[in-house]
């Protein structure tokens, strides 16, 4: 969940890999730059571009499930 909102399963998927992933690190470093690059892969699902283009054209969301 994201607010009230449910999160897409493109985005869980994300969300569970990264988590995994910088868990399994040693390295406090590495484990930031997995979540780095976590955070660019859920940037580029449709459900943030769907959100960022609602917020710059003032208009109601449809987001796909």
Known sequence: MAGKLCLSKEAVS????TIQ???ATYQFEDALEIGYQGFGE???TGAAKEG???FLERRQPVYNK
């Open 14 to 17: 994300v969300v569970v890999k």
């Open 21 to 23: 992933k910088g868990a």
């Open 42 to 44: 859920i940037a580029c």
């Open 52 to 54: 960022i283009s609602v």
